[in-house]
């Protein structure tokens, strides 16, 4: 498909409602909009955004979940050369203290609560006075109606020059926590995510007749840099859920004839495991995203039926997925790789302790170069810069892997969760992947636990179905699959791992699971 003209995204936008005026760009819930109808709300809430001294370069935030709203108000924020600032919208009132300080934020529209979090009155207690708070679905402590403002503000029209944004302008801060105490505020320009995501989309077939079924946050780089603009910029559909949920999302797929989907490894499995799945209601998943094992992969490809599905890697300091695999390869080269880089991506894979780069299929840390690298972090998180980059400008994403003669990167483990066992490194998501091949496990989490001069393997084990599994008998698997120092030491079965809303395994959990343990003589 041609790349698209535009440079920032709200021309994206605008590109996409010249040329498909009528073609649906956003459906959420009963609600749909075309290209032109979102830009036109975008263009609305630029004027209401202008109104309020929002210029070039002023940060606007957004706590939203996947709705509509969010989308006009960063669209409409670009418009301006703002930049969009999303928020977790699993924010704490701590968190939301600590956001709106180091971001800078001068608006901020917000639900009034969601979920467990009643952001009202956290932002009631923490908002500084110097951020203008607009309430969308309801007005509560005095805040402004972001509705009644959008819908009586004329649309904002043609910028004088050198007013909107530039290329290489930021587009997006995105607040990642990682390994560090406090978020991290990642800058990523306009170019960046237009011509990154557009060959993300590229790799994963997109087109203008798609349906992209959207469940995990835009406020993550997975959702708001990789999977709205790739949709957008191949003339695609996005459909959004407002909250994962596996009933509702399957009843997504089958109402809007959805195509494509984003999705990951738990997202995955409570659809497979959800009593009301079929394959004939998702029949119409033919392209998609994932990360995960390869049995994760093979899982969304063969029971669910996404037999184009794509592995990817990347980091949000990435411009997100910077490696994808092409969805038509064959399922075991795409489940035992993530891909090639993505176009302008160079990796190189180096010995944590000479730092000299290693060859094909040699396991070491993972750095990555190219123009879709962020520039640095920003906020009280750039004292982290000096050691995020190498003397030759490479990004140190902290993780292992190694890359095929091919070139294809085969991702490992963060660096920080390998575990030690006998002086040989063993990557917890290489032995998940051996249990997830046996017949009765639906999930596996697995760490690290000191023991004696090393570590001990700790497996956790969630039975599929009504399966009966011993230490025993998946000892006995392990070993007819792997090495023997990739073996578990001790098997715990459980009746749920803990994850993120999203099905993300939180492996700090399982650590401080594993630490009541005795493993005394393993």
Not at 175 to 201: D, M, Q, R, W
Not at 341 to 354: A, E, K, M, N
Not at 377 to 394: E, K, L, P, R
Not at 479 to 500: C, G, H, M, N, Q
């Amino acid at each position: 498909m041609r790349p698209p003209y535009s440079r920032t995204l709200f021309e994206l936008l605008d590109e996409q409602a010249a040329h498909r005026p009528a073609a649906l760009a956003v459906i959420s819930g009963d609600e749909q909009l075309t290209f032109t109808e979102l830009a036109r709300r975008a263009r609305q809430v630029a004027g209401v955004l202008n109104a309020r001294g929002i210029r070039r370069g002023n940060r606007v935030g957004l706590l939203i979940n996947n709705r509509p709203e969010w989308l006009e108000v960063a669209f409409g924020a670009w418009l301006l050369g703002a930049v969009a600032v999303p928020f977790s919208t699993w924010s704490t009132r701590a968190e939301l203290e600590f956001l709106l300080a180091d971001s800078a934020v001068r608006v901020l529209v917000t639900l009034p609560a969601f979920a467990r979090e009643d952001y009202a009155a956290n932002l009631r207690a923490v908002a500084p006075e110097t951020v203008d708070v607009l309430m969308v679905d309801g007005v509560a402590h005095g805040f402004a109606d972001y509705a009644a403002a959008r819908d009586a503000a004329e649309p904002l029209g043609t910028l004088a020059p050198g007013e909107g944004a530039g290329s290489s302008d930021d587009a997006m801060i995105l607040y990642t926590s990682g390994s560090t105490s406090k978020p991290k505020a990642i800058p990523l320009a306009h170019y960046l995510i237009v011509e990154n995501s557009f060959n993300i989309g590229e790799r994963q077939g997109l087109g203008p007749d798609d349906r992209v079924l959207l469940s995990p946050p835009l406020f993550w780089t997975y959702g708001g840099i990789n999977a709205m603009p790739a949709t957008f910029s191949h003339g695609a559909t996005l459909v959004l859920q407002g909250r994962f949920d596996a009933s509702e999302a399957l009843d997504l797929v089958e109402r809007h004839g959805c195509t494509s989907i984003y999705t990951l490894p738990g997202m995955t499995d409570e659809i497979a495991r959800h009593p009301a799945f079929k394959p004939e209601r998702t029949r119409t998943l033919t392209k998609g995203m994932t990360i995960g094992s390869p049995q994760d992969v093979v899982k969304a490809a063969e029971v669910i039926g996404i037999r184009h599905i794509c592995n990817v890697y990347g980091a949000s300091e990435t411009g997100g997925n910077c490696c994808v695999t092409h969805h038509d390869w064959p399922l075991e080269r795409r489940a035992n790789c993530q891909g090639l880089p993505l176009p302008g991506v160079h990796l190189r894979i180096v010995d944590g302790d000479t730092g000299a780069v290693l060859g094909p299929d040699q396991p070491g840390l993972v750095e990555v170069s190219g123009p879709y690298v962020m520039r640095g972090y920003t906020g009280g998180s750039a004292h982290h810069n000096a050691a995020t980059y190498s003397v030759d400008g490479w990004f140190r994403s902290g993780d292992v892997g190694s890359l095929t003669p091919a070139g294809a990167f085969v991702f490992q483990g963060r660096a920080t969760e390998m575990i030690k066992r006998a002086g040989i490194n063993v990557s917890p998501a290489e032995v998940e992947d051996v249990l997830m091949q046996h017949p009765g496990v639906a999930q596996a989490g697995v760490v690290g636990l000191p023991s004696g001069s090393g570590e001990a393997i700790i497996a956790f084990v969630l039975p599929k179905g009504d399966a009966r599994l011993s230490a025993e008998e998946l000892t006995a698997h392990c070993r007819r699959i792997a090495s023997a120092y990739k073996v578990p030491d001790r098997f715990e079965i459980v009746t749920r791992l803990p994850t993120t809303v999203t099905g993300k395994l939180m492996r700090r959990d399982l650590k401080t699971a594993a630490s009541q343990l005795d493993v005394r003589g393993s």
